[in-house]
Structure formats: structure tokens, C-alpha cells
T-cell receptor, first 115, second 114 residues
Framework: DSGVTQTPKHLITATGQRVTLRCSPR?????VYWYQQSLDQGLQFLIQ???????AKGNILERFSAQQFPDLHSELNLSSLELGDSALYFC??????????????FGPGTRLLVL | AQTVTQSQPEMSVQEAETVTLSCTYD???????LFWYKQPPSRQMILVIR??????QNATENRFSVNFQKAAKSFSLKISDSQLGDTAMYFC???????????FGKGTLLTVNP
């Protein structure tokens, strides 16, 4: 158990809908990262937050957004869902997130299926 | 931009034997870290081992060790005394410079046979 929690574990929804994925980092970690794992794209970095502020952006679609709250949990919002958004979404956390050498610890993931 | 390449989509090994998974990377950064993550059927991403680029000594963690060849930009994972529980997808990952994100390879599916 990495100490990172994600809810829900599974999510099934329809095209055009909006969903929210939630992540709680390990105790003491200030930085949260979101990754998407799909069959065709592999593991892709989406976005990073550090202590409530956006720090880095990757291949995140405009239909997707995220935020990190004062208690450091983070939410990833996916809207106008398409079939291609079906994937496993991981949250990871690290202590500070300001250095490449920090190890990122992954949550169990949320499996999203868009029908 | 950094790239990570795992050229072996699938590998298999007999229980108790040794297997080596390959990984090459490309970067212009001088300071970076390399990681191997394991993803078993449960889909959880588990850190196996990490290597600092400035360290010449290869990292080891119990049955897992790496062969880090900085000049060749190669970072292979050796698993000794393979166990059935080692069956998983293994991902090589890079983190370096001002990029705090992890860049992953496409993974190698390792099957340990009894």
C-alpha cells in the first residue's frame, strides 16, 4: 500500500457526461500528479499540482481540468467524455515535487469506461 | 524532449532463473533519475528500484538490480531467482532536469513460469 488513495475504483458513464476523480496523497506529500494509462497511448503525464498550485502541464485535453484543495487532496474533472477517454487514471504523490529526483508513489487508479 | 524505449514487449522466464529487461533512453539533461515500476495484474504501480544518474554504482534492491550505462543511455533491470509473483508489466521511467513528470516506456510484460 503506497498510502495514496483514489476514488472511485471503477466508473462507468456515457459519452458527453462529466465525471470527477478524487485523490488523497500520502501523508506529508505536497505534490500530486495525474497520469492516464490507455492501450494506445501508454502512460502519459497529465498535470501536476504543488501545495494547491498548478506546477506542470502535460498532454491534458482542454475538456479535462484539475485542482488541489487546501487539505491537499486533488480532483481531476473530465467533461464531454468521449469513447477514447476510457482509460486507467492514476494519481501519484511526492514530498515536494520541486525536484526530478523525488520518487512518485502511485495510487491504485480509477478505471474509467465511457460507453 | 526525453524518450524511453523498451524494445521487448514480452518476455518469459522459468521460476528461480534470472532475467534481464532492457531499457534505453534519450535526453540532453545531465541530472536525472531512472526508475523501474512494476504493474501486476492488480494494475497497481509499484516502485521496484531507482538509479541516480550521477552515481556510478548500480542500484540493487534484494533480487532486483540494474545495469546503468550512462554513456550508452542504457538502464536494464535484472531479476534474480525469479518468483511467480514477479509476473507483471515492467515500466522503465525517466525524470530529469526541470521536468518533474515521469516519462515512461511502453512496458515489458514478464511472465514467470512454474
Amino acid at each position: 500500500d503506497s498510502g495514496v488513495t483514489q476514488t472511485p475504483k471503477h466508473l462507468i458513464t456515457a459519452t458527453g457526461q462529466r465525471v470527477t476523480l478524487r485523490c488523497s496523497p500520502r501523508s506529508g506529500d505536497l505534490s500530486v500528479y495525474w497520469y492516464q494509462q490507455s492501450l494506445d497511448q501508454g502512460l502519459q503525464f497529465l498535470i501536476q499540482y504543488y501545495n494547491g498550485e498548478e506546477r506542470a502541464k502535460g498532454n491534458i485535453l482542454e475538456r479535462f481540468s484539475a485542482q488541489q484543495f487546501p487539505d491537499l487532496h486533488s480532483e481531476l474533472n473530465l467533461s464531454s467524455l468521449e469513447l477514447g477517454d476510457s482509460a486507467l487514471y492514476f494519481c501519484a504523490s511526492s514530498l515536494r515535487g520541486g525536484a526530478y529526483q523525488e520518487t512518485q508513489y502511485f495510487g491504485p487508479g480509477t478505471r474509467l469506461l465511457v460507453l | 524532449a526525453q524518450t524511453v524505449t523498451q524494445s521487448q514487449p514480452e518476455m518469459s522466464v522459468q521460476e528461480a532463473e534470472t532475467v534481464t529487461l532492457s531499457c534505453t533512453y534519450d535526453t540532453s539533461e545531465s541530472n536525472y533519475y531512472l526508475f523501474w515500476y512494476k504493474q501486476p495484474p492488480s494494475r497497481q504501480m509499484i516502485l521496484v528500484i531507482r538509479q541516480e544518474a550521477y552515481k556510478q554504482q548500480n542500484a540493487t534492491e534484494n533480487r532486483f538490480s540494474v545495469n546503468f550505462q550512462k554513456a550508452a543511455k542504457s538502464f536494464s533491470l535484472k531479476i534474480s531467482d525469479s518468483q511467480l509473483g514477479d509476473t507483471a508489466m515492467y515500466f522503465c521511467a525517466f525524470s530529469g532536469g526541470s521536468n518533474y513528470k515521469l516519462t515512461f516506456g511502453k512496458g515489458t510484460l514478464l511472465t514467470v513460469n512454474p
